[in-house]
């Protein structure tokens, strides 16, 4: 199976507004875009109109619909934009588990897909039972470090694709770098890897991106 990889923009500067452009633009000229996606900040979310070819997700997403509701992101004007997912509940932006509940039973009434971050086998478990189209597993203290889930954690991987299987896929994320992290985490049950500093911090996005897809 070919692995999926989220590439999480985050906030980082050299990520946002013009340089997300400039990043997409970069990314663009991989071949091979299936089971690739940008999970952008809400401010680039428009960029889906102008790379149809690319796979662009929100980093998080609200129940509400349109109307009053200062600071909004509803489903509906991201799914207006062409985009087709979001993050929610990420460790960087952690939400309600009402919220939760509520966007994901609407995520699943307007086809929007949900990548439902969890920060343990608890969260996995509980939040799992929701079927939301992914559960994202990432140990918040490996989050943004040089040590892989998949090196620190391999057995945590295995444990999290068991509580999943038959209820949502599982992607895993926390200092993935390599693509021996990416095959690791596939090997263990995940159906691939939310990724950010190794690929957005790196000197050369698109050649990390590259080399951690290998010659698939
Ligand atoms: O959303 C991905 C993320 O939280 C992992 O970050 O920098 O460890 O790849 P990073």
């Known amino acids: 199976m070919e692995p999926e990889i989220f590439i999480n923009f ?3 500067d050299n990520a946002v507004g013009t340089n997300s452009e400039k990043l997409l633009t970069d990314f663009k000229s991989i071949k091979k875009q299936n089971g690739l996606y940008y999970c952008m900040a809400e401010t680039d979310l428009y960029l889906q109109k102008s790379f149809p070819g690319l796979h662009i997700y929100g980093q998080h ?8 509701f200062t600071g ?4 509906e004007s991201l799914l207006d934009l062409g985009v087709k997912g979001s993050l929610l509940n ?4 952690r939400v309600d588990s009402s919220i939760i509940e509520s966007v994901v039973k609407k995520s699943k009434e307007l086809g ?9 086998l608890d969260e996995a478990e509980k939040y799992s039972k929701l079927e939301p189209a992914y559960i994202a597993y990432e140990p918040p203290e490996l989050i943004g470090g040089d040590i892989s889930v998949s090196s620190a954690r391999p ?4 444990q999290a694709a068991e509580i999943c299987k038959g209820r949502t896929k599982l992607l895993v994320g926390a200092g993935v770098k390599t693509k021996e992290d990416v095959d690791t985490s596939m090997a263990l049950g995940a159906a691939g890897v ?3 500093s190794g690929i957005i911090k790196n000197a050369k996005p698109i050649n990390r991106l590259v080399s951690l897809m290998g010659n698939r």
């Open 10 to 12: 985050k906030h980082y």
């Open 61 to 68: 997403v609200d129940s509400n619909g349109y109307g009053a």
């Open 72 to 75: 909004s992101v509803s489903i």
């Open 90 to 93: 990420h460790s960087e932006k």
């Open 112 to 120: 929007f897909k949900i990548i439902l971050c969890v920060e343990n």
């Open 155 to 158: 057995e945590i991987i295995g």
């Open 194 to 196: 939310l990724i950010a």
